[in-house]
């Protein structure tokens, strides 16, 4: 079973018992349940259900961490004019683990 939520604008794919890192969410704390009910498609094993716009079922997330991405550097640069801009950048992240999907 497996169902593809729609989080802050990206589509997840999600199973039970599966650990996923999403955008930052900032209004939850670490042991927090959270309920996904924006579900685009669900797979149950036996039929395919596509929503219109969305399908009638849940995603219950229990949230585990909140962390930081590992640095990733942006450096520009311009051949013969000594233009150099070195910068980096650290993105924000929420660890879901989804406990059940729950089809209504």
């Known amino acids: ?3 593809i939520c729609n989080l802050k604008g990206h589509q997840v794919k999600v199973r039970p ?3 996923i890192k999403v955008q930052y969410r900032g209004d939850t704390k670490p042991g927090d349940i959270v309920i996904l009910d924006d579900i685009l498609l669900l797979h149950t094993g036996k039929e395919l259900k596509i929503g219109t716009p969305t399908v009638a ?3 219950h997330a229990k949230v585990v961490e909140h962390g930081r991405d ?5 450096f520009r640069k311009k051949k013969r004019t000594e233009y150099r801009k070195h910068k980096g950048h650290k993105q924000w992240f929420t660890k879901l683990h989804i406990e059940k ?3 209504n």
């Open 1 to 3: 079973m497996y169902a």
């Open 57 to 59: 079922a849940k995603v």
């Open 70 to 74: 590992p640095k990733v550097i942006v």
């Open 101 to 103: 999907i729950e089809v």
């Open 17 to 19: 018992d599966e650990t």
